[in-house]
Protein backbone atom coordinates (compact mmCIF):
# COMPACT_ATOMS: atom_id res chain seq x y z
CA UNK A 1 0.00 0.00 0.00
CA UNK A 2 0.96 3.56 -1.08
CA UNK A 3 -1.31 6.58 -0.20
CA UNK A 4 -0.93 10.00 -1.32
CA UNK A 5 -2.09 12.93 0.66
CA UNK A 6 -6.03 13.11 -0.74
CA UNK A 7 -5.76 9.70 -0.14
CA UNK A 8 -4.86 9.63 3.78
CA UNK A 9 -7.12 13.40 3.79
CA UNK A 10 -9.97 10.93 3.30
CA UNK A 11 -9.09 8.43 5.11
CA UNK A 12 -9.30 10.93 8.26
CA UNK A 13 -12.52 11.88 7.61
CA UNK A 14 -13.86 9.22 6.69
CA UNK A 15 -12.41 5.63 6.79
CA UNK A 16 -14.92 3.81 4.87
CA UNK A 17 -14.96 6.32 2.25
CA UNK A 18 -11.32 5.46 2.10
CA UNK A 19 -11.54 2.21 1.79
CA UNK A 20 -14.63 1.68 -1.08
CA UNK A 21 -12.59 4.53 -3.12
CA UNK A 22 -9.47 1.99 -3.29
CA UNK A 23 -12.14 -0.43 -4.28
CA UNK A 24 -11.41 -1.02 -7.86
CA UNK A 25 -14.71 -2.85 -8.08
CA UNK A 26 -16.57 0.16 -6.45
CA UNK A 27 -14.48 2.71 -7.90
CA UNK A 28 -16.28 6.08 -8.88
CA UNK A 29 -13.78 7.79 -10.70
CA UNK A 30 -14.94 11.00 -11.57
CA UNK A 31 -13.62 13.95 -11.35
CA UNK A 32 -15.12 17.79 -10.35
CA UNK A 33 -14.67 20.86 -12.48
CA UNK A 34 -12.98 22.69 -9.57
CA UNK A 35 -10.02 19.67 -9.89
CA UNK A 36 -9.58 19.63 -13.50
CA UNK A 37 -9.59 23.34 -13.46
CA UNK A 38 -6.70 23.20 -10.45
CA UNK A 39 -4.96 20.16 -13.10
CA UNK A 40 -5.05 22.40 -16.25
CA UNK A 41 -3.45 25.85 -14.42
CA UNK A 42 -0.90 23.25 -12.62
CA UNK A 43 -0.26 21.45 -16.13
CA UNK A 44 0.38 25.05 -17.66
CA UNK A 45 2.73 26.83 -14.53
CA UNK A 46 4.80 23.16 -14.79
CA UNK A 47 5.25 23.74 -18.28
CA UNK A 48 6.60 27.72 -17.37
CA UNK A 49 8.90 26.10 -14.79
CA UNK A 50 10.17 23.39 -17.52
CA UNK A 51 11.00 26.16 -20.38
CA UNK A 52 7.89 26.11 -22.37
CA UNK A 53 7.66 29.86 -22.50
CA UNK A 54 11.33 30.54 -22.71
CA UNK A 55 12.68 32.68 -26.02
CA UNK A 56 9.60 34.30 -26.27
CA UNK A 57 9.09 38.31 -25.80
CA UNK A 58 6.40 39.76 -23.50
CA UNK A 59 4.37 40.68 -26.40
CA UNK A 60 3.68 37.14 -27.69
CA UNK A 61 3.77 35.65 -24.53
CA UNK A 62 0.08 36.34 -24.08
CA UNK A 63 -0.91 34.46 -27.27
CA UNK A 64 1.45 31.51 -26.03
CA UNK A 65 0.11 31.13 -22.85
CA UNK A 66 -3.47 31.16 -24.25
CA UNK A 67 -1.80 28.38 -26.80
CA UNK A 68 -0.79 26.51 -23.99
CA UNK A 69 -3.59 27.21 -21.76
CA UNK A 70 -5.89 25.75 -24.66
CA UNK A 71 -4.14 22.74 -25.21
CA UNK A 72 -4.22 21.32 -21.66
CA UNK A 73 -7.36 22.56 -21.56
CA UNK A 74 -8.82 20.04 -24.06
CA UNK A 75 -6.74 17.52 -22.80
CA UNK A 76 -8.28 18.28 -19.44
CA UNK A 77 -11.84 18.36 -21.11
CA UNK A 78 -11.90 14.69 -23.09
CA UNK A 79 -10.49 13.26 -19.83
CA UNK A 80 -13.40 14.38 -18.11
CA UNK A 81 -15.56 14.01 -20.84
CA UNK A 82 -14.59 10.52 -20.47
CA UNK A 83 -15.13 9.73 -17.30
CA UNK A 84 -19.16 10.85 -17.62
CA UNK A 85 -19.92 9.58 -20.56
CA UNK A 86 -23.67 9.94 -19.88
CA UNK A 87 -23.56 13.14 -19.03
CA UNK A 88 -23.53 16.54 -21.26
CA UNK A 89 -20.03 18.39 -19.51
CA UNK A 90 -20.52 21.58 -19.60
CA UNK A 91 -17.82 23.55 -21.94
CA UNK A 92 -14.94 24.62 -19.97
CA UNK A 93 -15.72 28.47 -20.03
CA UNK A 94 -18.51 27.69 -18.04
CA UNK A 95 -16.84 26.01 -15.45
CA UNK A 96 -16.97 27.76 -11.91
CA UNK A 97 -14.22 30.62 -11.45
CA UNK A 98 -12.79 29.71 -14.89
CA UNK A 99 -11.53 33.25 -15.62
CA UNK A 100 -9.98 34.12 -12.41
CA UNK A 101 -8.24 30.66 -12.79
CA UNK A 102 -6.94 31.37 -15.72
CA UNK A 103 -5.42 35.18 -14.99
CA UNK A 104 -4.19 34.16 -11.65
CA UNK A 105 -2.39 31.18 -13.88
CA UNK A 106 -1.45 33.77 -16.66
CA UNK A 107 -0.14 35.74 -13.18
CA UNK A 108 1.95 33.49 -11.79
CA UNK A 109 3.45 31.82 -15.13
CA UNK A 110 4.47 35.49 -15.47
CA UNK A 111 6.01 36.36 -11.86
CA UNK A 112 7.73 32.62 -12.30
CA UNK A 113 9.57 33.59 -15.21
CA UNK A 114 10.62 36.98 -13.63
CA UNK A 115 12.19 34.99 -10.58
CA UNK A 116 14.22 32.96 -13.29
CA UNK A 117 12.45 29.76 -12.22
CA UNK A 118 12.83 27.80 -15.28
CA UNK A 119 15.22 24.63 -15.74
CA UNK A 120 15.07 22.94 -18.64
CA UNK A 121 16.39 20.09 -17.19
CA UNK A 122 13.62 19.63 -14.90
CA UNK A 123 12.24 17.63 -18.51
CA UNK A 124 10.80 14.72 -17.77
CA UNK A 125 7.79 14.38 -14.82
CA UNK A 126 7.13 10.54 -15.42
CA UNK A 127 10.81 9.51 -14.96
CA UNK A 128 11.07 8.20 -11.18
CA UNK A 129 13.34 9.68 -9.08
CA UNK A 130 15.86 7.04 -8.59
CA UNK A 131 18.50 8.37 -6.58
CA UNK A 132 19.67 11.50 -4.26
CA UNK A 133 21.83 12.50 -7.00
CA UNK A 134 19.12 13.47 -8.97
CA UNK A 135 18.90 17.12 -9.98
CA UNK A 136 17.32 19.97 -9.05
CA UNK A 137 14.66 21.60 -8.82
CA UNK A 138 11.97 18.70 -9.23
CA UNK A 139 9.38 20.02 -11.27
CA UNK A 140 5.84 17.70 -10.80
CA UNK A 141 7.98 14.78 -9.97
CA UNK A 142 6.23 11.46 -9.06
CA UNK A 143 7.80 10.58 -5.45
CA UNK A 144 7.03 7.27 -3.91
CA UNK A 145 8.87 5.19 -1.18
CA UNK A 146 7.80 1.78 -0.01
CA UNK A 147 9.30 2.40 3.15
CA UNK A 148 7.00 5.16 3.78
CA UNK A 149 4.02 4.05 2.22
CA UNK A 150 3.52 7.05 0.73
CA UNK A 151 2.93 8.53 -2.56
CA UNK A 152 2.90 12.26 -4.08
CA UNK A 153 3.85 14.77 -6.62
CA UNK A 154 4.75 17.98 -5.37
CA UNK A 155 4.21 21.28 -7.20
CA UNK A 156 8.19 22.21 -7.07
CA UNK A 157 11.28 21.10 -5.44
CA UNK A 158 13.92 23.30 -5.14
CA UNK A 159 17.41 24.09 -3.69
CA UNK A 160 17.69 27.09 -1.53
CA UNK A 161 20.95 28.08 0.58
CA UNK A 162 19.37 26.54 3.84
CA UNK A 163 18.67 23.19 1.91
CA UNK A 164 15.44 21.96 0.05
CA UNK A 165 12.45 24.10 -0.18
CA UNK A 166 9.27 22.59 -1.39
CA UNK A 167 6.82 24.56 -3.31
CA UNK A 168 2.75 23.69 -3.79
CA UNK A 169 0.41 25.66 -6.00
CA UNK A 170 -3.19 26.52 -4.45
CA UNK A 171 -6.21 27.54 -7.11
CA UNK A 172 -7.57 29.96 -4.61
CA UNK A 173 -6.83 32.50 -1.89
CA UNK A 174 -5.26 30.15 0.52
CA UNK A 175 -5.97 32.44 4.22
CA UNK A 176 -5.28 29.57 6.22
CA UNK A 177 -2.11 27.39 5.00
CA UNK A 178 -2.59 24.78 7.74
CA UNK A 179 -5.34 23.55 5.67
CA UNK A 180 -2.29 21.72 3.82
CA UNK A 181 -0.13 21.21 6.36
CA UNK A 182 -1.26 17.42 6.23
CA UNK A 183 -0.42 17.32 2.36
CA UNK A 184 2.87 19.17 2.65
CA UNK A 185 4.26 17.47 5.75
CA UNK A 186 3.80 13.87 3.35
CA UNK A 187 6.14 15.67 0.74
CA UNK A 188 8.48 16.65 3.03
CA UNK A 189 8.79 13.16 4.65
CA UNK A 190 9.11 12.01 0.92
CA UNK A 191 11.58 14.37 -0.43
CA UNK A 192 13.65 14.16 2.82
CA UNK A 193 13.28 9.96 2.05
CA UNK A 194 14.51 9.94 -1.10
CA UNK A 195 17.30 13.41 -1.58
CA UNK A 196 18.72 12.47 1.76
CA UNK A 197 18.61 16.26 2.04
CA UNK A 198 17.23 18.41 4.80
CA UNK A 199 13.97 20.13 3.78
CA UNK A 200 13.48 23.25 5.52
CA UNK A 201 10.78 25.34 4.25
CA UNK A 202 7.51 24.43 3.03
CA UNK A 203 5.31 27.20 1.19
CA UNK A 204 1.79 27.87 -0.75
CA UNK A 205 2.20 29.82 -3.57
CA UNK A 206 -1.58 30.79 -3.74
CA UNK A 207 -3.21 32.05 -6.77
CA UNK A 208 -3.53 35.76 -5.42
CA UNK A 209 0.61 35.66 -5.58
CA UNK A 210 0.84 35.57 -1.68
CA UNK A 211 3.62 32.89 -0.33
CA UNK A 212 2.73 31.40 2.55
CA UNK A 213 4.72 29.19 4.65
CA UNK A 214 3.60 26.31 6.67
CA UNK A 215 5.92 25.41 9.97
CA UNK A 216 7.35 22.23 10.07
CA UNK A 217 5.98 20.10 12.95
CA UNK A 218 7.45 17.05 14.11
CA UNK A 219 4.01 16.13 15.51
CA UNK A 220 2.56 15.90 11.87
CA UNK A 221 4.76 13.92 10.79
CA UNK A 222 4.23 10.96 13.90
CA UNK A 223 0.42 11.61 13.02
CA UNK A 224 0.84 10.84 9.51
CA UNK A 225 2.93 7.59 10.43
CA UNK A 226 -0.08 6.58 12.35
CA UNK A 227 -2.73 7.22 10.51
CA UNK A 228 -1.15 5.12 7.37
CA UNK A 229 -0.81 2.33 10.18
CA UNK A 230 -4.28 2.33 10.83
CA UNK A 231 -5.44 3.30 6.87
CA UNK A 232 -3.51 -0.04 6.45
CA UNK A 233 -5.09 -2.24 9.09
CA UNK A 234 -8.65 -1.50 8.35
CA UNK A 235 -7.48 -1.81 4.62
CA UNK A 236 -6.71 -5.11 4.98
CA UNK A 237 -9.77 -6.07 6.93
CA UNK A 238 -11.77 -4.23 4.29
CA UNK A 239 -13.85 -3.00 6.78
CA UNK A 240 -13.85 0.39 8.76
CA UNK A 241 -15.80 3.08 10.32
CA UNK A 242 -18.17 5.27 8.42
CA UNK A 243 -18.48 8.95 9.93
CA UNK A 244 -21.27 10.23 8.20
CA UNK A 245 -21.42 14.42 8.48
CA UNK A 246 -22.87 16.57 6.19
CA UNK A 247 -19.34 17.75 5.22
CA UNK A 248 -17.83 14.20 5.12
CA UNK A 249 -21.24 12.83 2.67
CA UNK A 250 -22.47 15.84 0.70
CA UNK A 251 -19.87 14.77 -2.03
CA UNK A 252 -19.25 11.54 -1.56
CA UNK A 253 -20.26 9.31 -4.73
CA UNK A 254 -21.12 6.39 -2.34
CA UNK A 255 -24.21 7.36 -0.45
CA UNK A 256 -26.54 4.89 -2.21
CA UNK A 257 -24.58 1.62 -0.69
CA UNK A 258 -23.47 3.10 2.58
CA UNK A 259 -25.91 1.60 5.27
CA UNK A 260 -24.33 4.61 7.71
CA UNK A 261 -25.51 7.28 5.11
CA UNK A 262 -28.94 5.57 4.30
CA UNK A 263 -30.02 5.38 8.27
CA UNK A 264 -28.26 8.63 9.41
CA UNK A 265 -30.43 11.57 10.62
CA UNK A 266 -28.34 14.17 9.30
CA UNK A 267 -29.51 18.05 10.19
CA UNK A 268 -33.22 18.35 9.09
CA UNK A 269 -32.72 21.80 7.86
CA UNK A 270 -30.26 21.35 5.66
CA UNK A 271 -30.74 20.95 1.76
CA UNK A 272 -30.92 17.33 0.20
CA UNK A 273 -28.21 15.44 -0.54
CA UNK A 274 -29.91 12.06 -1.56
CA UNK A 275 -33.70 11.05 -3.31
CA UNK A 276 -34.95 8.26 -4.41
CA UNK A 277 -38.25 7.75 -5.63
CA UNK A 278 -40.38 6.18 -8.62
CA UNK A 279 -39.80 8.45 -11.88
CA UNK A 280 -43.85 9.67 -12.87
CA UNK A 281 -42.57 11.72 -15.61
CA UNK A 282 -39.22 12.85 -18.16
CA UNK A 283 -38.62 16.29 -19.64
CA UNK A 284 -35.84 16.08 -21.52
CA UNK A 285 -34.23 18.29 -24.66
CA UNK A 286 -32.75 16.57 -28.14
CA UNK A 287 -29.24 16.34 -26.50
CA UNK A 288 -30.32 15.70 -23.15
CA UNK A 289 -28.19 18.71 -21.79
CA UNK A 290 -31.49 19.99 -19.98
CA UNK A 291 -33.45 17.05 -18.48
CA UNK A 292 -36.06 17.38 -15.74
CA UNK A 293 -37.74 14.41 -13.90
CA UNK A 294 -40.90 14.08 -11.14
CA UNK A 295 -40.54 11.83 -8.70
CA UNK A 296 -42.79 10.41 -6.28
CA UNK A 297 -40.33 10.45 -3.25
CA UNK A 298 -39.79 7.27 -1.62
CA UNK A 299 -36.74 8.35 0.66
CA UNK A 300 -34.76 11.87 1.16
CA UNK A 301 -32.03 12.63 3.01
CA UNK A 302 -31.81 14.70 5.30
CA UNK A 303 -34.74 17.15 4.72
CA UNK A 304 -37.97 15.28 4.35
CA UNK A 305 -40.28 15.16 1.37
CA UNK A 306 -43.38 13.94 0.83
CA UNK A 307 -45.32 13.56 -2.70
CA UNK A 308 -44.08 13.93 -5.75
CA UNK A 309 -41.00 16.69 -6.51
CA UNK A 310 -39.58 17.67 -10.06
CA UNK A 311 -35.85 17.90 -10.25
CA UNK A 312 -34.83 20.34 -13.28
CA UNK A 313 -31.23 21.22 -14.28
CA UNK A 314 -30.26 17.91 -14.97
CA UNK A 315 -27.92 17.19 -17.91
CA UNK A 316 -27.97 12.98 -18.10
CA UNK A 317 -28.84 10.82 -21.00
CA UNK A 318 -31.67 8.63 -19.17
CA UNK A 319 -31.43 4.85 -19.12
CA UNK A 320 -34.23 4.93 -17.30
CA UNK A 321 -38.57 4.91 -18.32
CA UNK A 322 -41.20 6.00 -16.29
CA UNK A 323 -41.91 3.82 -13.29
CA UNK A 324 -38.78 3.07 -12.36
CA UNK A 325 -36.81 3.51 -8.40
CA UNK A 326 -34.29 6.15 -9.29
CA UNK A 327 -31.76 7.88 -6.67
CA UNK A 328 -30.19 10.84 -7.22
CA UNK A 329 -27.29 12.74 -5.66
CA UNK A 330 -25.06 15.64 -5.60
CA UNK A 331 -25.73 19.12 -6.17
CA UNK A 332 -29.00 19.48 -5.31
CA UNK A 333 -30.57 22.33 -4.28
CA UNK A 334 -34.06 23.77 -2.70
CA UNK A 335 -36.01 26.44 -4.64
CA UNK A 336 -38.22 28.46 -3.92
CA UNK A 337 -40.94 26.44 -4.56
CA UNK A 338 -39.55 23.79 -3.17
CA UNK A 339 -38.66 21.91 -5.95
CA UNK A 340 -35.24 20.88 -6.80
CA UNK A 341 -32.67 22.42 -8.71
CA UNK A 342 -30.13 19.58 -9.88
CA UNK A 343 -26.45 20.14 -11.97
CA UNK A 344 -24.59 18.70 -14.59
CA UNK A 345 -22.89 16.89 -12.32
CA UNK A 346 -26.21 15.57 -10.35
CA UNK A 347 -25.80 11.26 -10.25
CA UNK A 348 -29.37 9.77 -11.42
CA UNK A 349 -28.95 6.01 -11.09
CA UNK A 350 -31.39 3.09 -10.97
CA UNK A 351 -31.84 1.72 -6.85
CA UNK A 352 -29.15 -0.52 -5.71
CA UNK A 353 -30.06 -2.14 -2.59
CA UNK A 354 -27.96 -1.11 0.27
S1 LIG B 1 -21.83 8.43 2.52
FE1 LIG B 1 -20.85 9.54 4.21
S2 LIG B 1 -20.55 8.02 5.81
FE2 LIG B 1 -20.93 6.90 3.91
S3 LIG B 1 -18.92 6.49 3.04
FE3 LIG B 1 -19.61 8.40 2.16
S4 LIG B 1 -18.75 10.01 3.50
FE4 LIG B 1 -18.65 8.07 4.63
Known sequence: MKVSPSELELFESCPQRFIWSL??????????????????????LASAHKGGFEKQNSENRESLFNDIWSAVEKEEFESIQSEWPNTVVPQPIRWPKYFAVKTSTQYLVEKALSLGEVWKRAGDSSRPISSSNDSYPWVEKYLESEILKLKGIPDLVKESSTGLEIVDYKTGNVTDPETFSMQMHIYLMLVSELSNRKVTRLLIRDFTLQEKEISIDQA????????????????????????????????????????????????????????????????????SSKVSLQLLVQKSIPIKFEGSVWISGLSVKPDFVIGETVQVMNNLHLTDSLNVLGSWNTTVSKKTSV
Open 220 to 287: MIKKIRESILSAEAHLAKQIAPAKATLENCRFCNFKDICNEFQISNLEVTSEPIFLQGKILQIHSNAD
Open 23 to 44: DPDKKRHQSNLPSSLGKIAHKV
